[in-house]
């Protein structure tokens, strides 16, 4: 643990030393999974099994059988963000395979003098594939953008540690997301929204538990701190619900774009686990999320 505490410092450092410029490929910032959503993102050391890819994928080596995901949300001007994710145990650790996409409906286009031209549409999506072994995780990624079909390419590697404290209910968690080319188009190139994260999870009583996370979003210069708390319980027929909620605060502007609360729920049957969840993704209101994961 040690080590990796040294690792995560050096890219600390190395990554606020950076010069603070736009970011492209936005959509890496959307949650992935409800479940994590409910509790305001605050998942570095909560996240476990395949929709732990796109947040920690040290969380892959809770997997102990096949299992995939599905989660879709209705974004802005009726675009839609889904996941679809597979993971499954090699040996000793897992690897996850993520699909995220951002698909946005056809928009008008306009000439120079204002008349109508036509539509386009556009998209963003990424590919994912990662490994958890024991206490650790990584993943690289391709990522894709395609406005009015100019593209857009860049490559990119997740990192991530959790480690539970001796004789403690606490689990740590440590993450850098997005390190990578940067992304562009045309003539102009965009850093990827690359963020460092540091988290724990405290085991307040059985089946309740509290999450606390900080991340530092690098070349966008903000600092988020998300607390969320999940109490679970499961009956003997192998039964099970949550209720999940959380608050976020981005920097100390309560005006700012994911500030508030979020809440969420889920309910486990027949070997599979589906949660729903309301956040505050943009300045314009929540947004409602549904994942559905099944174990085989």
């Known amino acids: 643990m040690k080590n990796t505490i040294k690792i995560f410092s050096v890219i600390l450092l190395v990554s606020t030393a950076a010069n603070a ?9 959307i949650d992935t999974d409800a479940r994590l959503s409910g509790m305001a993102s605050a998942g570095v050391a909560s996240a476990l099994g395949v929709n732990a890819l796109s ?15 599905f989660s879709h949300s209705k974004w802005l001007m009726d ?4 996941y679809i994710g597979f993971g499954m145990p090699v040996k000793k650790m897992a690897v996850g395979l993520g699909i995220t996409r951002l698909s946005n409906s056809s928009m008008q286009g306009r000439a120079d003098d204002g ?3 036509g539509g386009y549409s556009a998209y963003d999506q990424s590919v994912s594939l990662g490994f958890g072994y024991k206490s650790v995780g990584g993943a690289v990624k391709y990522i894709q953008s395609s406005i009015a ?9 997740d990192l991530g540690a959790r480690q539970k404290l001796s004789g403690l209910p606490v689990m740590l968690g440590l ?3 997005n390190l990578g080319t940067g992304i562009k188009y045309l003539s102009q190139r965009d850093n990827l929204p690359l963020s460092v994260s540091a988290g724990f999870t405290f085991m307040v009583m059985p089946g309740m538990g509290l999450s606390v996370d900080a991340k530092r979003l690098v070349y ?9 708390t999940e109490y679970a319980m499961h009956t003997s027929n192998n039964l099970g619900f949550a209720l999940r909620g959380g608050y976020g605060l981005t920097g100390l502007a309560r005006s700012n774009d994911k500030n508030g609360l979020s809440v969420g729920a889920g309910i486990t049957a027949l070997g599979a686990q589906l949660d729903y969840a309301v956040s505050p993704e943009t300045g314009l209101g929540s947004v409602q999320r549904i994942t559905v994961k099944k174990k085989f």
């Open 21 to 29: 410029a736009q970011t492209g490929a936005q959509f890496l910032k």
């Open 55 to 69: 947040c920690n994928p040290a969380g892959l080596s809770a997997i102990t059988g096949p299992e995939a995901a």
């Open 79 to 82: 675009a839609s963000h889904d």
């Open 115 to 117: 008349s109508a031209a």
């Open 149 to 157: 079909g100019v593209r857009a390419h860049a490559f990119a590697v």
């Open 175 to 177: 993450g850098v997301q």
């Open 220 to 228: 966008d210069k903000q600092t988020v701190v998300s607390a969320g």
